[in-house]
């Protein structure tokens, strides 16, 4: 039930920002025209379009999904939808590391402590990180200053900041991102540090190489989609 057929022959922007088939506006299901955020933006989003063939899925265009967000659920409260992705600095992926064994220990340190020092530096806060999956608090000011960070940015930041953060289970790795901190294949690394470890363990089967893989594609569109924005 999520495809319909595609019936127009072009897709593109027109001279006011706005995403076209055949001179026709696209819109989100709630009908807002799909505008540019920049030129780049609205290309993406095109291509999107573009390279449909026959059926139309739009959970395979997740360019225009994340448009979609950021126009019809995010720029109606931001204020609100920002508060729950800075609730993710409550208990983020580089404050928990293992217990063992030494080179896991170590390649989190390697992995993990590098972002936690930007953060540092960039927001002027303090972490506090624990061995173990036990809960530790992280200081008032600290969780302040993540969500004033948060706070700042637009609908369409919002919108694709929000994969990378669920994806990559760490507010901070997300925000490097954005802020083009680092990298996306670093910081892609060092959220899947540990289940590199497991995988070189024990082995990946196919199922769970086929989640990570869509998890992936889902990681790049977010990529994609912020780097289109600046």
Known sequence: GGAVRAVWKQAARDGGGVVALDGGPVGTPGRVP????????????????????????????PLTGLA????????PDPATFAAGLAAYGESGLLYYRAESPDPLIARQIAAWDPWLDWARTRYDVHFETTAGI???AQPSAT??????AVRAL??????????????TGSLLLALALAERAGDPDTLWTAANVDEDWQAELWGQDALAGQALANKRREYDAAVTFLTALD
């Open 143 to 148: 969780l302040a200053r993540l969500a004033e």
């Open 34 to 61: 799909v505008t540019r955020r920049t030129d780049a933006r609205a290309e993406a989003v095109a291509d999107g379009w573009g390279a449909v063939e026959g059926r139309i899925d739009r959970r395979g265009m």
């Open 134 to 136: 036990l809960h530790r």
């Open 154 to 167: 637009d609908p369409f930041h919002l919108a694709g900041l929000s994969p990378v953060v669920t994806i």
């Open 68 to 75: 979609n967000a950021a126009i019809d659920r995010i720029a």
